[in-house]
């Protein structure tokens, strides 16, 4: 499945968050599962609606997911710990991703700690497979290429948007990515005036646009 008929994404000057538009990412997991299948299919899946890195969910184990709070738990091992400090989180699941998590714990004989992704060949070349199946292997504006990474940083910009629209903080953001600081967190966070104006009226609830104008007009007539 090639999407040669999408334009390869653009990013601005210096800045690292090279992603995919949505109908390239519909793509490139269609592309993932024609050419290596479910299990890799499945890896770009979670990597792309969790905001995981790469690492995370290459150390991930059956033991780390639990179903009944519908979250991923990343947690330091004896042989891995997360990049930061504030690494060890609490990620949640989408229906998607807990759907196809689900199944494969399922179908899993194993043991609990076995990693949940067993990893025959390396990341890189699988995605690098899938991306130029899908037409999409052409780099962008300033030379860069989409890469596996590319995943996270989608995810993170469509968390830093929704949060933006439903008054949430840049602090929330920053807790869900694990950012060591909140200055890496604010290339993906692009408040709205809408959202801005939400938060105001909702700690200052007397202060409605009705409301606003009436004493607007009493304090003009009284000069």
């Not at 929330?172 to 694990?178: E, F, K, T, V, Y």
Request: charged share 25%.
């Amino acid at each position: 499945m090639r999407c040669a008929t999408l334009k390869v994404f653009k990013t601005k000057a210096g800045q690292r968050n090279r992603t995919f538009t949505p109908e390239q990412l519909e793509c490139f997991l269609q592309a993932a599962l024609d050419t290596s299948g479910k299990h890799w299919h499945d890896f770009f899946k979670v990597l792309s609606q969790t905001g995981l890195r790469v690492s995370e969910l290459q150390h991930l184990r059956y033991t780390d997911l639990d179903f009944d709070g519908n979250v991923i738990q990343i947690r330091t091992q004896p042989n891995w710990q997360p990049k930061s400090r504030s690494g060890e989180r609490d990620v949640p699941m989408t229906p998607h991703v807990r759907r196809l998590l689900l199944e494969r714990s399922v179908a899993h004989s194993g043991n609990e700690n076995d990693v949940v992704f067993n990893m025959p060949r390396t990341h890189t070349y699988t995605f690098d497979r899938a991306l130029k199946a899908a037409g999409l292997e052409a780099v962008d504006g300033n030379g860069e290429k989409l890469v596996a990474h590319s995943l996270r940083h989608g995810a993170l910009t469509l968390f830093g948007q929704m949060l933006a629209k439903t008054g949430g903080s840049l602090t929330d953001l920053q807790r869900l990515a694990r950012h060591s600081s909140i200055t890496i967190t604010q290339r993906y966070w692009h408040s709205t005036v809408e959202a801005q104006q939400r938060i105001v009226l909702a700690a200052f609830p007397e202060s409605q646009e009705e409301e606003f104008e009436t004493d607007f007009v009493t304090r003009n007539a009284c000069l």
